[in-house]
T-cell receptor
């Protein structure tokens, strides 16, 4: 089974509207971290937001928020007030615990969602 | 320079060439990584260095050879590559602080093997 699943290969949103990008994950660990990255066409992976499995509140960073539903193993990214510059590929990633993965540093990425913001 | 830088940004090489990719981080981090991003595939972790020591090598072919001379610099030496090695190679760095260890990426080197 895939560890990170992003079921939306492509999404469109009107400028100034909100959009939700889906991410589900699979782990048997109790301690893990979830990350979202943005990759514009230039190629650079830009860190957006982090959610820890023990964090009681959903993470927020400016216009980005993470809708974390632990029981459902989902960590959806919500972008509010979309801007044209938000058009990019978005990746969800997970880091599991040291014990299960054998490494505290291994990040597993999903296949990404291409977001296009329409003027 | 700030963040993570990579050179060159684009590289075209023949299968018999030898070339090197360079990564430099200006964040004071203690871990560095090489990732490969092929078309229509998730990112694949290739190598991890922590405090200049290689701690992970994810079954990468020997035609890729990493080098980490200090905590700020990371190289990926390439020789006798195959066309299927054409991809975007991303470098990242992080400061290990437990679960919140966040990796910061460079702009990548887009490699084409002819």
């Amino acid at each position: 089974a895939q560890k990170i699943t992003q079921t939306q290969p492509g999404m469109f949103v009107q400028e100034k509207e909100a959009v939700t990008l889906d991410c589900t994950y699979d782990t048997s660990d109790q301690s893990y971290g979830l990350f979202w990255y943005k990759q514009p066409s230039s190629g650079e992976m830009i860190f957006l937001i982090y959610q820890g499995s023990y964090d009681e509140q959903n993470a927020t960073e400016g216009r980005y928020s993470l809708n974390f539903q632990k029981a459902r193993k989902s960590a959806n990214l919500v972008i509010s007030a979309s801007q044209l510059g938000d058009s990019a590929m978005y990746f969800c990633a997970m880091r599991e615990s040291l014990i299960s993965s054998g490494s505290a540093r291994q990040l597993t990425f999903g296949s990404g969602t291409q977001l296009t913001v329409l003027p | 320079e700030t963040g993570v830088t990579q050179t060159p940004r684009h590289l075209v090489m023949g299968m018999t060439n030898k070339k090197s990719l360079k990564c430099e981080q200006h964040l004071g981090h203690n871990a560095m990584y090489w990732y490969k991003q092929s078309a229509k595939k998730p990112l694949e972790l290739m190598f991890v260095y922590s405090l200049e020591e290689r701690v992970e090598n994810n079954s990468v072919p020997s035609r890729f050879s990493p080098e980490c001379p200090n905590s700020s610099h990371l190289f990926l030496h390439l020789h006798t590559l195959q066309p299927e090695d054409s991809a975007l190679y991303l470098c990242a760095s992080s400061q290990y602080v437990g679960p919140r260890d966040t990796q910061y990426f460079g702009p990548g080197t887009r490699l084409t093997v002819l």
